[in-house]
């Protein structure tokens, strides 16, 4: 009997160095992390070193300006995620707890709709304590967050622009893409825009008015763009980059300024003055689901996914 309470033990001792080490990887920073997880910083770095001597590997590289994940921390802590949901999904089933502490992160682009089914999961799942995580993002960060599984979903998009590109970026990155739907080029634009009278927009329409794009930061590259058109960036004359969604929401209203987008706009979360109106163009975009290949996808991600095409 003992020895039954000592290996219980050391399986709940091991279940909560996991947590600490994802901790210490989602913020980056020991110091952080010790206030996440409400222990002392050299008991978190303590239990950080232990975990490493006794799994033989080294998680994470430590320097004067922090803590970084190493190549095979990466891998490690891809299972640690996964053991850690199956420790919740036991406590769940033989304790009852169905509303204990609940940890899920999304990495999007700038889409009302995956808000909107962020919405639904907390309500769903979020219980008395949850530790939830949305980021409206930049392209390249979503590709990296799902494969060091910062986050266990991304959403964004592919066209005839990018494909390639970002094709060969999930696969490298041990990825996969599960399209949600495909739609023709539409714009948000505010109901005062005299644009707003049209019931389809031509290019040359476009030309007097201020061009909306999110900024990518290093990867600023076409081919990282959350906007999914060419032809536009070589004939508009005004263009204004932005990082998040309400900026440009009101300068959208603010500047008569246009977006190119899919079309699906919440008038719950963003109001009743941005409305959406067809390109008079062939192109498409095609708005998917991007996770870690061969991953087992927690109950909060399968619900996520469902609340997804619901609100689309």
Request: overall charge positive; hydrophobic content about 40%; charged content about 20%.
């Amino acid at each position: 009997m003992a020895y039954f309470y000592t290996i219980c033990y050391h399986i709940l001792m091991t279940l909560q160095q996991l947590k600490y080490a994802i901790a210490v990887a989602d913020t980056g920073n020991i110091t952080e992390a010790s206030r996440r997880v409400f222990i002392s910083q050299p008991s978190l770095t303590a239990a950080i070193r232990e975990l490493e001597e006794e799994m033989g590997i080294t998680i994470f590289s430590r320097s004067n300006k922090g803590v970084t994940v190493t190549n095979e921390g990466d891998e490690f802590l891809s299972y640690a995620r996964q053991v850690l949901e199956q420790a919740v999904l036991l406590e769940d089933r033989f304790k009852g707890n169905s509303k204990g502490n609940t940890i899920f992160s999304v990495s999007c682009q700038h889409y009302s709709f995956a808000v909107n089914a962020f919405v639904d999961v907390i309500r769903k799942f979020g219980g008395n304590e949850y530790d939830f995580t949305l980021r409206e993002t930049q392209t390249h960060e979503i590709i990296e967050d799902v494969a060091h599984l910062k986050s266990e979903i991304g959403i964004l998009y592919t066209s005839s622009r990018n494909k390639n590109v970002i094709t060969k970026l999930i696969k490298k990155n041990n990825l996969q893409f599960e399209p949600l739907f495909t739609t023709p080029l539409h714009i948000f634009i505010s109901t005062k825009n005299p644009l707003a009278k049209k019931k389809k927009i031509k290019l040359t329409d476009l030309a007097p008015y201020p061009y909306l794009t999110y900024e990518q930061g290093d990867f600023n590259s076409f081919y990282y763009a959350e906007e999914p058109l060419t032809q536009i960036d070589f004939a508009c004359p005004k263009n204004i980059k932005v990082r998040d969604r309400a900026t440009l929401f009101n300068l959208l209203i603010g500047l008569n300024g246009y977006t190119i987008c899919s079309g699906i706009i919440s008038h719950e979360l963003n109001g009743p003055e941005i409305i959406a109106r067809p390109l008079a163009l062939s192109d498409s975009m095609t708005v998917g689901i991007l996770t870690r290949k061969g991953m087992v996808l927690s109950r909060y991600a399968k619900a996520y996914i469902d609340a997804v095409k619901k609100h689309i």
